[in-house]
């Protein structure tokens, strides 16, 4: 009985270090897993973070984008309307220097401009006569 008892007493001794080691395995399997869960909702939460951030900076960048094609449609209008002052002045150069040399052609014998000074010109175009032209042959 002496051998039942012990046996019974290592039996007890084996079942009360087994149900403790299984409590302190399972205790800590379980706070494992309770931190596993922690991270993976903090990773949950950062990503949708993250994922709103990305489309507000998607958001910003295609703002910007908007805007900057916007300005360069400006900028190539402005573009537009300066080469055509420039062609206007350019042209209005040329009619101007193609009626002031017609009109040195077509002078009286008494007035002559010669490489004139601007008031020269202002004082011949003021007191310019118009007498009908004859092509330069006399009737």
Known sequence: MKINKDLLSAF??????SAFAYTVVKESSDRELMEIRKIQENQRVEKYQSELR?????QKRDSFKNILQQQNIGIGILS?????I???ILNMRTEYDKNFNELKSTQNESDHINSASINEQFDFISKYKYKEYSGGTNP
Do not use: I, P, W
């Open 12 to 17: 007890l001794v084996v079942l009360l270090v």
């Open 54 to 58: 990305e489309n507000a900076a998607n």
């Open 80 to 84: 537009d309307n300066f080469k055509n």
């Open 86 to 88: 420039n062609n206007s």
